[in-house]
């Protein structure tokens, strides 16, 4: 089993910025993949980054440039830096833990609001 725990969400400004975190543990070990999805209201979850434990990141389009995915396996941590913050990124944050078995672990989610 594997638990996550997020934090750093919040409300922002168009424009600014909010660090996710997301903290695993519990059976942790070989390669595996963490990331981050969003579910706005009304819409399906989507993928927004993710990260693999040798570092190889793949972001959605619609988060190139302003959004970093990063992590620290010392802490089995992953991070999502946001920048460039937008209405349109409001929604709850979900941190996801693939393990090396494909097996799918989620966060509780963390809220996201950017107003105008």
């Known amino acids: 089993q594997v638990q996550l725990v997020e934090s750093g969400g919040g409300l922002v400004q168009a424009g600014g910025s909010l660090r996710l975190s997301c903290a695993a543990s519990?059976?942790?070990?070989?390669?595996?993949?963490m990331g981050w999805y969003r579910q706005a209201p009304g819409k399906q979850r989507e993928s927004v980054a993710h990260i693999t434990s040798l570092g190889s990141t793949n972001y959605a389009e619609s988060v190139k440039g302003r959004f970093t995915i990063s992590r620290d396996n010392a802490k089995n941590t992953v991070y999502l830096q946001m920048n460039g913050l937008k209405v349109e990124d409001t929604a709850v944050y979900y941190c996801k833990f693939t393990s090396p078995r494909s097996r799918d672990y989620w966060g509780q989610g963390t809220q996201v609001t950017v107003s105008s």
């Open positions: 519990g059976s942790i070990s070989g390669l595996n993949t």
